[in-house]
């Protein structure tokens, strides 16, 4: 079957071979950085212990220093689950969420078509390119010079000029003996009812090249040198090659600069990106003639986490960038996000590079603000709250952008955010005479410098997951028994999953020396160390006699319950906390009642009750031995009370 042309080419961009790859790797922390996309690991396709696999998630391609294997998500998915070519299609498909497309006879026929189409447009590249230098391009090299753009530049760039006239770029495709229908597909001239024959699309402009991520050029954009006329920038129309909703400008480029380190920046139009690369800033990108689109904001996350968007200091660049953020605000995910870097009034990106050099740029990149600010001065800025009805509607459209947040985590943080800017804005100021609050009492040194006050709030999570790792490392014998429980684990520090991996790995280990000599050749020996120096941990049990195994396994099934119902209720209050910014019902406080009751249960240790303690009708917990003792004496004082009477002395009284 032959894939219509570009499915592959869009399948690679929507698909993160680190993610593919993640699934069958455990990466080296150590030398791996995900946020430039540049990950490491022992290689899958050969046995090895160092991390020789390099993966680069930006440019889509693996390769083994050891054994050579080299590739890109669909030859990895090929090799690694033993599939042909198109199997690996779709499997990648499906994930990606894309449909396979119908069988097309005709798929090498259009691939064909596609590469004349291209074929075409490098000459019109250079068509344009040897007209900038003619007479009739003088006002266009003296617009481009006082731009600052040396004929380097020019050069690097590609610009080039479109003359004055109708037939220019026909006349000379058609002397190359071009046919008429690849001029018309490629969207280099149209065609009119008026006259009898064709004309171009662009006249009279200073032309930029577009290419795509590959460096094949599928576009024009063209600036006019005529004030009067109606389009100052004019685009390709869409055609076979070129969807202007789903490329960039400077793509190829910017990827390889972001790659290298540099922070994506994301400006307006073609003399903005053309002037941040020419003062340093290689990874710059525009969209084409239009707002930045879902998948070209996809493209942007693709080439990295976080961008930077360079908003003009007016009104409709900031407009634009409160666009953005509504388009972005459901899309995003950890470490995924965009952040805002206001032009001064009236200037753009270009203007401020001309007027106070790369350092000046630079100086308005590092204070770009994260999207929050950006939500919350949307709400806020020019109005007034000074009525309880005004502060309820922010509040209402507060809570309606953020509830168009899909990630629970991140809808939370949005909130606290918010929260704090509201307590700021509407706490009175303090006024000189006024009585202060009472000053809080402040902790003793001690207590600040210990680790529940130091640590996050994932911090008491961890140490139960550092005791059921121990107690199962300590115990080997109950790995099989709580294999499935480990399993389901959700181990957050990154010490912790490599464990977890490498228990499962191990489960049918019962010798403690074995395993721990296992452990180690896997991951090393400094988690195990790390696992063990936790004062928390001594509370695993230790091996003294053939009981403590099953006083283990009660100290595992209780902290692994604990952990559970801990997490669950977490997950459940999130949502209610979602849900009770609609109506409250109910329905909700059964819920987190419900939650309430989990968690106590929980923290009361429910294992250790079964084995330690029954309960009373009261609730109350009673000592099992404490119990049996009781029993004992009830029995042994029933046993006195049922004995036989005393003979009774006869005679009379």
Not at 169 to 184: F, N, T
Not at 416 to 433: C, K, S, T, Y
Not at 460 to 468: K, N
Request: with cysteine.
């Amino acid at each position: 079957m032959s894939l219509p042309p570009g499915f592959l080419d869009e399948l690679r961009s929507r698909t993160s071979l680190a993610q593919v790859v993640g699934r069958k790797v455990m990466w080296d922390t150590r030398k791996s950085n995900q946020g430039k996309g540049d990950m490491w690991a022992p290689c899958p396709f050969h046995q090895e212990k160092t991390a020789s696999f390099h993966v680069d998630d930006r440019k889509g391609f693996y390769y083994c220093f050891g054994c050579h294997a080299k590739g890109d998500a669909i030859s990895f998915v090929r090799e690694t689950e033993n599939v042909g070519f198109m199997e690996a299609i779709e499997i990648l498909a499906q994930e990606a969420g894309m449909q396979m497309p119908a069988r097309d006879p005709k798929a090498q026929e259009k691939a064909d078509r596609r590469t004349r189409l291209t074929q075409v447009m490098d000459q019109a590249v250079q068509h344009y390119r040897l007209q900038l230098s003619t007479g009739a391009a003088a006002e266009a090299r003296a617009y481009l010079e006082r731009r600052g753009l040396s004929d380097e530049a020019l050069k690097r760039w590609e610009i080039g000029f479109a003359p004055p006239g109708w037939h220019g770029l026909w006349a000379h495709l058609k002397a190359k003996e071009v046919e008429d229908d690849l001029i018309l597909g490629a969207g280099l001239a149209k065609t009119s009812e008026k006259s009898r024959g064709p004309y171009d699309v662009f006249r009279n402009r200073i032309m930029f090249p577009i290419r795509d991520a590959r460096g094949r050029a599928i576009a024009f954009g063209g600036r006019a040198m005529d004030p009067e006329d109606s389009a100052k920038y004019l685009n390709s129309p869409e055609t076979e090659l070129f969807d202007k909703g789903r490329n960039l400008y400077n793509h190829g480029p910017a990827r390889e600069a972001a790659g290298k380190g540099q922070p994506l920046i994301v400006a307006e139009g073609y003399m903005d990106v053309i002037a941040l690369a020419e003062a340093g800033f290689g990874a710059a990108v525009a969209p084409l003639g239009t707002a930045v689109t879902e998948d070209q904001l996809r493209l942007l996350w693709r080439i990295h986490p976080e961008p930077i968007v360079a908003l003009d200091g007016d009104r409709a660049g900031i407009d634009a960038g409160r666009r953005l953020m509504d388009l972005a605000l459901p899309l995003l995910e950890a470490g995924q996000s965009l952040r805002f870097a206001l032009m001064p009034p009236g200037q753009d990106p270009d203007d401020v590079i001309r007027a106070g050099g790369a350092a000046a740029m630079q100086k308005i990149l590092d204070a770009a603000q994260p999207m929050v600010s950006l939500l919350w001065a949307r709400e806020t800025e020019g109005k007034s709250f000074d009525s309880p009805e005004r502060k309820a509607a922010l509040d209402r459209d507060l809570r309606n952008a953020i509830s168009r947040i899909k990630d629970p985590s991140i809808r939370r943080h949005y909130g606290q955010e918010i929260d704090r800017l509201r307590r700021a804005l509407f706490r009175p100021p303090w006024r000189p005479g006024a009585p202060r609050g009472k000053a809080p009492a402040q902790p003793m040194p001690s207590t600040k410098s210990s680790s529940l006050v130091a640590a996050s709030d994932e911090f008491g999570e961890a140490l139960r997951e550092a005791v059921i790792l121990a107690t199962l490392i300590i115990h080997p014998g109950l790995l099989a028994r709580f294999e499935g429980e480990l399993e389901r684990l959700e181990c957050h520090g990154p010490d912790h999953a490599r464990l977890q991996a490498a228990l499962l790995a191990l489960a049918g280990e019962t010798d403690r020396a074995a395993l721990r000599a296992a452990l180690e050749a896997r991951v090393g020996t400094a988690p195990l160390e790390k696992l063990f120096a936790l004062g928390h941990v001594r509370i695993a049990p230790p091996v003294r006699d053939p009981g403590d195994s099953e006083k283990a396994a009660l100290c595992l099934a209780e902290e692994l319950a604990r952990l559970s119902a801990s997490r669950g209720a977490a997950r459940e209050i999130e949502e209610a906390m979602h849900d009770i910014e609609g109506l409250a019902d109910e329905g909700l406080t059964w819920r987190l009642s419900e939650v309430a009751k989990a968690r106590h249960n929980a923290g009361r240790g429910e294992t250790e009750d079964r084995g330690e303690f029954d309960l009373g009708p009261n609730g109350a917990r009673i000592s099992r031995d404490e119990r049996d003792a009781f029993a004992e004496l009830l029995t042994r004082i029933g046993h006195e009370t049922r004995l036989p009477p005393k003979p009774e002395p006869e005679g009379d009284y």
